[in-house]
């Protein structure tokens, strides 16, 4: 590659040129691993920018570790080394050589701990030391001489401010410091400035000599204190905020850039730079957002233009900048807006953005009239040609922003740039990912999460064969809400296989947690706890069915609580074969104890495989509810969910399930379509082994869920078998989620399990109990006894009451009871 190619790519590919570099010294490290440390470290455009071609410029700074170079540059080489990099060097001292895992910096020199900090004659003791502080004077000043004031700076502050208002209050005073500048040093040097010059405080604010004081007297002014005066700029007179200090003196923001105008490199315009080129020469702001490479996807209309606004979800071009404030005709909703070209009526954003099944011809198509319930597409609204002119692309007739193709066509042009390999096909494994994304049913949608986050780097990179399409590849990219939602969509889209990604978080923790520990033998215990123990029995419980979040939950506690002992045992040089029942009860009695309930199963665990010996550490015995059953309140949510139209109907279907059946966040969070059974009778639900008579209002609400219930919006239309999906493609709402959209609903979701179940176990037998429900058959029978509702007593006392009937006064056995009738 020549030096031209590289330089194009520092604007260009500025990711991809640093990659190129490392690889090429860095042997023991894949491509994939370097291009994800990378992606970390280097941020933004700008700073990517700015690394790039640091490194470029003096590439030998990967082996030799040594400075002038940026901060970046140090960060990358230390991410470097921690991901397991053999050639890269580790940051150099510039004093002493040391290699640094931190550094401190002074320019675009790197120093250790020892070298960087800066050493000058204090002015009370004269000796060459550290600076520690700074006296009143501004003087420096070593730890050993500070500028001590016995004075309360609260006070010496009120006594000025006295002086201009005799009667402010002192605690108006104080919160006000104290709310500006909470440091107590702060405070000192505030104390010290007003009290050698009080005119601050009416006028001369400007010459503040920290920022802090500026904002004080803001306040001041606000609380209507008699005599503050808000400094104004001293060159332009305004009284506006004061910006940063020039010349000695505080002044406001056109000011500033007043004073740093230059003449713009391209277009010779006299502003204050915005940035710098290759060259270190000036360009103007204009220059820098108009340049083509730095066009980028607006997340608005999908096209690749100059960035007008930055928000949360991306970038905006000029035509999609913020709206004013509107009352929507549509959702009713006091929102950003615009009003309709059609109707004349106000639109807010998300009725502009919505797509819906239009309630005149059912197409799905913008919204552009009706109502939420009732929407009515564009087309509808003014059926006039003239209105509608065609895709120059697919020829679909759409009322378009710009003259070029239409969402859709966007979508597929898009999906084909990132999804291509070099010969300019899709991979035969990548086109069901490209079908489902280009099918969806919201264009506009799947364009946002193309350019949304990493997406789309991800996507090119499995597109060009530089990521294999495994999961394993898709293991080494930082950890995060993205790189799983893009996981989900491949393995919904069948590019990939499934995986329990529950199971693999266990291990991956289980792992960390392990190595963690400081002993080999430890280590060793650790091992084989976790693997063969809950691992294990968690994956026969689990028989082929995914792990939930409870269960690793779970999983994970008990191996924490082993750790937290073993880690007891080794500060107090003991081990679990030396550790002896006084030890242990000290252990549990001690405060340091965490997790000592799940302890005691990983003490039992040692003893059955005689790891330890002589220790006792039983479980504890579950004696019914602990929390006060309030079966009122259950009945009066459950009428508010049945009646209450306003709620989310899947709301009110899982608030029910939870009131009425018992059923945990993580069991309804599971259940498929296939558990809604409608017949000629009615509507069942199979909880358990046997299915369960619906209600006439929770069996409407059952089949409206399961009717409306919509698939991911990233991908096209399928069917999900899942009655409640999530949020990723293919699988269900999580336990966790579910549980606070029932609180927000203002359910107590253990306290109401637990009256449920209770009021269930006094009217069913265990047997029925636990195969209605689908809980264990012992829980069923512990929750029976707790409720006092013994069946099989009762079935004894039916049992002896017949035989009584059937023995005759004689005491001999009647007819057909034990005996042959002679």
Same mark, same amino acid.
């Given at each position: 590659?020549?030096?031209?190619?590289?330089?194009?790519?520092?604007?260009?590919?500025?990711?991809? !040129?640093?990659?190129?570099?490392?690889?090429?010294?860095?042997?023991?490290?894949?491509?994939?691993?370097?291009?994800?440390?990378?992606?970390?470290?280097?941020?933004?455009?700008?700073?990517?920018?700015?690394?790039?071609?640091?490194?470029?410029?003096? &590439?030998?700074?990967?082996?030799? @570790?040594?400075?002038?170079?940026?901060?970046?540059?140090?960060?990358?080489?230390?991410?470097?080394?921690?991901?397991?990099?053999?050639?890269?060097?580790? %940051?150099?001292?510039?004093?002493?050589?040391?290699?640094?895992?931190?550094?401190?910096?002074?320019?675009?020199?790197?120093?250790?701990?020892?070298?960087?900090?800066?050493?000058? +004659?204090?002015?009370?003791?004269?000796?060459?030391?550290?600076?520690?502080?700074?006296?009143?004077? @501004?003087?420096?000043?070593?730890?050993?001489?500070?500028?001590?004031?016995?004075?309360?700076?609260?006070?010496?502050?009120?006594?000025?401010?006295?002086? !201009?208002?005799?009667?402010?209050?002192?605690?108006?005073?104080?919160?006000?410091?104290?709310?500006?500048?909470?440091?107590?040093?702060?405070?000192?040097?505030?104390?010290?400035?007003?009290?050698?010059?009080?005119?601050?405080?009416?006028?001369?604010?400007? $010459?503040?000599? *920290?920022?802090?004081?500026?904002?004080?007297?803001?306040? $001041?002014?606000?609380?209507?204190?008699?005599?503050?005066?808000?400094?104004?700029?001293?060159?332009?007179?305004?009284?506006?905020?004061?910006?940063?200090?020039?010349?000695?003196?505080?002044?406001?923001? #056109?000011?500033?850039?007043?004073?740093?105008?230059?003449?713009?490199?391209?277009?010779?315009?006299?502003?204050?730079?915005?940035?710098?080129?290759?060259?270190?020469?000036?360009?103007?702001?204009?220059?820098?957002?108009?340049?083509?490479?730095?066009?980028?996807?607006?997340?608005?209309?999908?096209?690749?233009?100059?960035?007008?606004?930055?928000?949360?979800?991306?970038?905006?071009?000029? #035509?999609?900048?913020?709206?004013?404030?509107?009352?929507?005709?549509?959702?009713?909703?006091?929102?950003?807006?615009?009003?309709?070209?059609?109707?004349?009526?106000?639109?807010?954003?998300?009725?502009?953005?919505?797509?819906?099944?239009?309630?005149?011809?059912?197409?799905?198509?913008?919204?552009?009239?009706?109502?939420?319930?009732?929407?009515?597409?564009?087309?509808?609204?003014? %059926?006039?040609?003239?209105?509608?002119?065609?895709?120059?692309?697919?020829?679909?007739?759409?009322?378009?922003?710009?003259?070029?193709?239409?969402?859709?066509?966007?979508?597929?042009?898009?999906?084909?740039?990132?999804?291509?390999?070099?010969?300019?096909?899709?991979?035969?494994?990548?086109?069901?990912?490209?079908?489902?994304?280009?099918?969806?049913?919201?264009?506009?949608?799947?364009?946002?999460?193309?350019?949304?986050?990493?997406?789309?780097?991800? $996507?090119?990179?499995?597109?060009?064969? #530089?990521?294999?399409?495994?999961?394993?590849?898709?293991?080494?990219?930082?950890?995060?809400?993205?790189?799983?939602?893009?996981?989900?969509?491949?393995?919904?889209?069948?590019?990939?296989?499934? =995986?329990?990604?529950?199971?693999?978080?266990?291990?991956?923790?289980?792992?960390?947690?392990?190595?963690?520990?400081?002993?080999?033998?430890?280590?060793?215990?650790?091992?084989?706890?976790?693997?063969?123990?809950?691992?294990?029995?968690?994956?026969?419980?689990?028989?082929?069915?995914?792990?939930?979040?409870?269960?690793?939950?779970?999983?994970?506690?008990?191996?924490?609580?082993?750790?937290?002992?073993? #880690?007891?045992?080794?500060?107090?040089?003991?081990?679990?074969?030396?550790?002896?029942?006084?030890?242990?009860?000290?252990?549990?009695?001690?405060?340091?104890?965490? $997790?000592?309930?799940?302890?005691?199963?990983?003490?039992?665990?040692?003893?059955?495989?005689?790891?330890?010996?002589?220790?006792? /550490?039983?479980?504890?015995?579950?004696?019914?509810?602990?929390?006060?059953? +309030?079966?009122?309140? =259950?009945?009066?949510?459950?009428?508010?969910?049945?009646?209450?139209?306003?709620?989310?109907?899947?709301?009110?279907?899982?608030?029910?399930?939870?009131?009425?059946?018992?059923?945990?966040?993580?069991?309804?969070?599971?259940?498929?379509?296939?558990?809604?059974?409608?017949?000629?009778?009615?509507?069942?639900?199979?909880?358990?082994?046997?299915?369960?008579?619906?209600?006439?209002?929770?069996?409407?609400?059952?089949?409206?869920?399961?009717?409306?219930?919509?698939?991911?919006?990233?991908?096209?239309? *399928?069917?999900? &078998?899942?009655?409640?999906?999530?949020?990723?493609?293919?699988?269900?709402?999580?336990?966790?989620?579910? @549980?606070?959209?029932?609180?927000?609903?203002?359910?107590? !979701?253990?306290?109401?399990?637990?009256?449920?179940? /209770?009021?269930?176990?006094?009217?069913?037998?265990?047997?029925?109990?636990? =195969?209605?429900?689908?809980?264990?058959?012992?829980?069923?029978?512990?929750?029976?006894?707790?409720?006092?509702?013994?069946?099989?007593?009762?079935?004894?006392?039916?049992?002896?009451?017949?035989?009584?009937?059937?023995?005759?006064?004689?005491?001999?056995?009647?007819?057909?009871?034990?005996?042959?009738?002679?």
């Amino acid at each position: 590659m020549t030096t031209a190619d590289q330089l194009d790519r520092v604007v260009a590919d500025p990711i991809g !040129l640093i990659t190129d570099l490392v690889a090429d010294v860095e042997k023991e490290l894949e491509p994939e691993t370097i291009r994800a440390v990378v992606t970390t470290v280097a941020g933004g455009r700008a700073k990517s920018r700015t690394l790039a071609a640091a490194l470029n410029r003096r &590439p030998t700074l990967l082996g030799d @570790g040594r400075s002038p170079a940026p901060r970046a540059l140090g960060d990358l080489l230390i991410a470097l080394r921690q991901a397991g990099a053999q050639a890269i060097s580790p %940051p150099v001292c510039t004093e002493c050589g040391k290699h640094l895992r931190t550094l401190q910096r002074r320019g675009h020199d790197w120093y250790c701990g020892v070298c960087g900090p800066v050493y000058v +004659d204090c002015s009370a003791c004269g000796k060459n030391r550290r600076i520690s502080t700074r006296d009143r004077s @501004g003087q420096p000043r070593c730890a050993k001489c500070p500028d001590t004031d016995g004075r309360d700076p609260l006070a010496v502050v009120h006594s000025v401010i006295c002086d !201009l208002d005799p009667h402010v209050d002192a605690g108006l005073i104080a919160d006000a410091i104290r709310r500006t500048m909470p440091r107590a040093a702060d405070q000192q040097k505030l104390a010290w400035a007003l009290e050698a010059d009080p005119s601050l405080l009416t006028g001369n604010g400007h $010459l503040a000599p *920290t920022p802090a004081i500026v904002r004080l007297i803001n306040v $001041l002014h606000d609380s209507d204190v008699t005599g503050i005066v808000r400094p104004a700029c001293p060159l332009c007179h305004r009284v506006v905020r004061l910006h940063k200090p020039l010349d000695g003196q505080r002044v406001c923001r #056109n000011c500033i850039a007043k004073s740093r105008v230059e003449e713009c490199v391209r277009c010779g315009a006299h502003r204050e730079p915005a940035t710098r080129d290759t060259q270190g020469r000036p360009l103007c702001p204009n220059c820098l957002i108009t340049d083509p490479a730095n066009a980028e996807v607006c997340i608005g209309c999908g096209e690749r233009r100059r960035v007008q606004n930055r928000t949360t979800d991306g970038p905006l071009c000029p #035509n999609c900048k913020p709206l004013p404030i509107l009352v929507c005709s549509i959702c009713g909703r006091t929102a950003p807006g615009t009003h309709s070209r059609l109707t004349g009526q106000p639109r807010c954003g998300a009725c502009d953005q919505r797509q819906a099944h239009c309630s005149s011809c059912g197409h799905i198509r913008g919204i552009h009239s009706g109502t939420l319930e009732e929407p009515v597409c564009g087309p509808c609204t003014a %059926p006039d040609a003239e209105l509608w002119r065609p895709c120059p692309t697919c020829g679909e007739a759409e009322r378009l922003r710009s003259s070029g193709p239409c969402p859709r066509c966007t979508l597929k042009q898009r999906l084909h740039e990132l999804l291509t390999n070099g010969s300019g096909s899709i991979p035969p494994k990548l086109q069901a990912l490209h079908d489902a994304l280009a099918s969806t049913e919201r264009a506009s949608t799947g364009l946002r999460w193309l350019s949304g986050g990493i997406v789309s780097t991800v $996507l090119s990179d499995l597109g060009s064969g #530089n990521r294999p399409l495994t999961h394993e590849a898709l293991d080494e990219l930082p950890e995060g809400k993205v790189v799983e939602h893009i996981r989900s969509v491949l393995v919904a889209s069948g590019a990939l296989p499934t =995986r329990d990604e529950q199971m693999v978080r266990l291990e991956r923790h289980v792992k960390d947690l392990i190595t963690s520990h400081a002993t080999a033998e430890g280590r060793k215990i650790l091992h084989r706890y976790a693997t063969w123990h809950l691992l294990r029995r968690l994956r026969r419980r689990s028989r082929g069915k995914e792990t939930t979040y409870y269960q690793l939950q779970v999983a994970r506690q008990y191996l924490r609580a082993g750790v937290y002992l073993l #880690n007891w045992l080794e500060g107090q040089n003991l081990t679990l074969a030396t550790c002896r029942q006084a030890d242990l009860e000290r252990w549990t009695t001690s405060d340091d104890a965490r $997790l000592r309930q799940e302890a005691g199963h990983f003490v039992r665990w040692a003893l059955a495989q005689k790891i330890a010996r002589d220790l006792t /550490f039983p479980a504890e015995r579950w004696n019914g509810p602990s929390q006060p059953m +309030d079966d009122e309140a =259950r009945w009066a949510t459950a009428r508010r969910l049945l009646h209450d139209g306003t709620l989310k109907h899947e709301d009110r279907l899982a608030g029910l399930l939870l009131l009425l059946y018992a059923q945990w966040p993580a069991a309804i969070s599971r259940l498929t379509v296939d558990h809604i059974e409608e017949t000629d009778g009615g509507v069942r639900i199979r909880l358990g082994a046997v299915p369960v008579e619906l209600p006439a209002p929770v069996a409407e609400l059952a089949l409206q869920q399961v009717a409306v219930r919509r698939s991911h919006a990233v991908l096209g239309r *399928t069917d999900s &078998p899942w009655l409640f999906p999530g949020g990723q493609p293919g699988r269900p709402i999580s336990a966790w989620a579910m @549980g606070e959209r029932l609180r927000k609903l203002g359910i107590r !979701l253990a306290q109401a399990r637990s009256t449920a179940l /209770f009021q269930l176990a006094t009217e069913l037998p265990a047997a029925v109990l636990a =195969r209605t429900l689908g809980i264990d058959i012992t829980v069923a029978v512990k929750w029976q006894r707790a409720a006092a509702g013994d069946w099989a007593a009762y079935a004894a006392e039916v049992s002896r009451r017949t035989t009584s009937r059937a023995v005759h006064p004689s005491g001999n056995t009647g007819p057909g009871r034990g005996h042959r009738q002679e």
